[in-house]
T-cell receptor, first 112, second 112 residues
Framework: KAGVTQTPRYLIKTRGQQVTLSCSPI?????VSWYQQTPGQGLQFLFEYFSETQRNKGNFPGRFSGRQFSNSRSEMNVSTLELGDSALYLC???????????FGPGTRLLVL | GESVGLHLPTLSVQEGDNSIINCAYS??????FIWYKQESGKGPQFIID?????DKRQGQRVTVLLNKTVKHLSLQIAATQPGDSAVYFCAESLPGNNRLAFGKGNQVVVIP
């Protein structure tokens, strides 16, 4: 069974731009969660989607948004990029709540 | 991983020895705990999980111990191998919630 895939793997943007990242979960997984990883803050939860609905949201500004499609694929969007948004963005999928979350390789975003 | 460069607690262990990685979790109400391993340039990889109604769980070469009295989690790796060199994260989640809260990570260096 294929693992979680994320595209693109690397991205360079400038301040003020917006970006859309994509995540394809493991087949059959309906929950997709997004995390931001930085050296300073570690791994922080952004949001979780289940059956196309946002089920949980972390403490990030409204510039960070996401959505999930009927095939469980998910996208996250960051608008008006700031230098501090440079990070590794990780997606994890699971069958449901309290089930093992499997991570993708991440998208490394650099904001200049 | 993203935590490399940040001063992480580091455990240096001789190849073939056993390793013990400790984690203090924050919320006494957390009911699910999970250990991940992250190698440089990769996403976190699931190692083992445990629910709060258990105090010990064993996998292949790994054992997780949960002490709810002192909110402590540990991961034991038997016969440590060079491929075990990585950053190890513990994570917890609250009841009814799929959101994972991660610790800062522990760097394990295996000396051949």
């Amino acid at each position: 069974k294929a693992g979680v895939t994320q595209t693109p793997r690397y991205l360079i943007k400038t301040r003020g731009q917006q970006v859309t990242l994509s995540c394809s979960p493991i087949s059959g997984h309906r929950s997709v969660s997004w995390y931001q990883q930085t050296p300073g803050q570690g791994l922080q939860f952004l949001f979780e989607y289940f059956s196309e609905t946002q089920r949980n949201k972390g403490n990030f500004p409204g510039r960070f948004s996401g959505r999930q499609f009927s095939n469980s694929r998910s996208e996250m969007n960051v608008s008006t990029l700031e230098l501090g948004d440079s990070a590794l963005y990780l997606c994890a999928s699971s069958l449901g709540s309290k089930q093992t979350q499997y991570f993708g390789p991440g998208t490394r975003l650099l904001v200049l | 991983g993203e935590s490399v460069g940040l001063h992480l607690p580091t455990l240096s262990v001789q190849e073939g020895d056993n390793s013990i990685i400790n984690c203090a979790y924050s919320n006494s109400a957390s009911d699910y705990f999970i250990w991940y391993k992250q190698e440089s340039g990769k996403g976190p990889q699931f190692i083992i999980d445990i629910r709060s109604n258990m105090d010990k769980r064993q996998g292949q070469r790994v054992t997780v111990l949960l002490n709810k009295t002192v909110k402590h989690l540990s991961l034991q790796i038997a016969a440590t191998q060079p491929g075990d060199s990585a950053v190890y994260f513990c994570a917890e989640s609250l009841p009814g919630n799929n959101r994972l809260a991660f610790g800062k990570g522990n760097q394990v260096v295996v000396i051949p």
